[in-house]
């Protein structure tokens, strides 16, 4: 089992930064791809940012690539989400995601976070 929980969401201004965290506990094994989703209001969920949190490797969806920046810290499990360059388009409630394949199907994954709102006005 694995047990996701979000951080760090809020309200900025456009052109402004935030961080997201997630925190994992559990089976490290059934969550070596950590992934950001987001969704707003009227829209399907869609990924952002993924990593594979055994090798260090990134993924990006086209829409945050040079903005968004996922990262890891091994010693404390958690994955956070850097946010630069902030745009009311970004608005959404962005959830951590778990699977042991990656990707930004959102069927793919089985464990998920509940979610943080990040708001962005213009």
């Known amino acids: 089992q694995v047990h996701l929980v979000e951080s760090g969401g809020g309200s900025v201004q456009a052109g402004g930064s935030l961080i997201l965290s997630c925190a994992r506990s559990?089976?490290?094994?059934?969550?070596?791809?950590l992934t950001w989703f987001r969704q707003a209001p009227g829209k399907e969920r869609e990924g952002v940012a993924a990593?594979?949190?055994?090798?260090?490797?990134?993924f990006y969806a086209d829409s945050v690539k040079g903005r968004f920046t996922i990262s890891q810290d091994k010693a404390k499990n958690t994955v956070s989400l850097q946010m630069n360059s902030l745009q009311p388009e970004d608005t959404a409630v962005y959830y951590c995601?778990?699977?042991?394949?990656?990707?930004?199907?959102?069927?793919?994954?089985?464990?998920w976070g509940q979610g943080t709102q990040v708001t962005v006005s213009s």
């Open positions: 995601a778990a699977n042991t394949v990656g990707g930004f199907g959102v069927r793919e994954y089985h464990y």
């Open positions: 559990g089976s490290t094994v059934s969550s070596s791809f």
């Open positions: 990593i594979d949190t055994e090798f260090d490797t990134t």
